[in-house]
């Protein structure tokens, strides 16, 4: 079936940088962007930012821009999502999810990843 | 970036009865560009209503949604136990793709 899977919970100090992974299977992973969403605990959801099929393009939330680096590896179909300079707002659970087949990358996002948290404490 | 206010925060209904959220844009969102999620404790969000109206695969005829421009409504016509969750309406027909703070639907 299709599905993302995520990896597991990680805690890093203030200052460092957290590397998530998400693989994907069930579908043809060129063929789908992937975005990246976190979610404080107690709040609504936050998107991060997209990747493209090809890999060679990302669009960030302005807020995340310099810190927030997205990557590809079309050979494993997974996606990676690399946060730095860590600070305590930055805990939250982390989400990797598709964006629904249609025209371009304004689509809506229809399968999530399981969620990975990112515990930002010293 | 498009600010999505979703109201009441809470809504307490029993089982059986109709439940009808809202969701207003700061501006105008193309109705092509709406989709709402479904979130359960412990769960990520799961994909309802695209497109402001039409339903994803497998969710039951139960639930729609409606509106144009600025303003938008999730209606479930008839609640099931399973329906008691977090609803979060969300805009991505403009970068950055946003969400609403949610709709809690608690059992009164």
């Known amino acids: 079936q299709v599905q993302l899977v995520q990896s597991g919970a990680e805690v890093k100090k203030p200052g460092a940088s957290v590397t998530v992974s998400c693989r994907a299977s069930?579908?043809?992973?060129?063929?789908?962007?992937m975005h990246w969403v976190r979610q404080a605990p107690g709040q609504g959801p936050e998107w991060m930012g997209i990747?493209?099929?090809?890999?060679?393009?990302?669009n960030s939330a302005h807020k995340f821009q310099g810190r927030l680096t997205m990557t590809r590896d079309t050979s494993t179909s997974t996606v990676y999502m690399e946060l730095s300079s860590l600070r305590s707002e930055d805990t939250a659970m982390y989400y990797c999810?598709?964006?629904?087949?249609?025209?371009?990358?304004?689509?809506?996002?229809?399968?999530w990843g399981q969620g990975t948290m990112v515990t930002v404490s010293s | 970036d498009i600010v999505l206010t979703q109201s009441p925060g809470t809504l307490s209904l029993s089982p059986g009865e109709r439940a009808t959220l809202s969701c207003r844009a700061s501006?105008?969102?193309?109705?092509?560009?709406l989709a709402w999620y479904q979130q359960k404790p412990g769960q990520a969000p799961g994909l309802l209503i695209y497109?402001?109206?039409s339903r994803a695969t497998g969710i039951p005829d139960r639930f729609s949604g409606s509106g144009s421009g600025t303003d938008f409504t999730l209606t479930i016509s008839r609640l099931e136990p399973e329906d008691f969750a977090v609803y979060y309406c969300?805009?991505?027909?403009?970068?950055?793709?946003?969400f609403g703070q949610g709709t809690k639907v608690e059992i009164k």
């Open positions: 990747i493209y099929p090809s890999g060679d393009t990302t």
């Open positions: 501006q105008s969102v193309s109705s092509s560009f």
């Open positions: 497109g402001a109206s």
């Open positions: 999810a598709r964006g629904a087949a249609g025209s371009g990358s304004y689509t809506s996002f229809d399968i």
């Open positions: 069930g579908y043809t992973f060129s063929n789908h962007y």
């Open positions: 969300q805009q991505y027909g403009y970068s950055p793709r946003t």
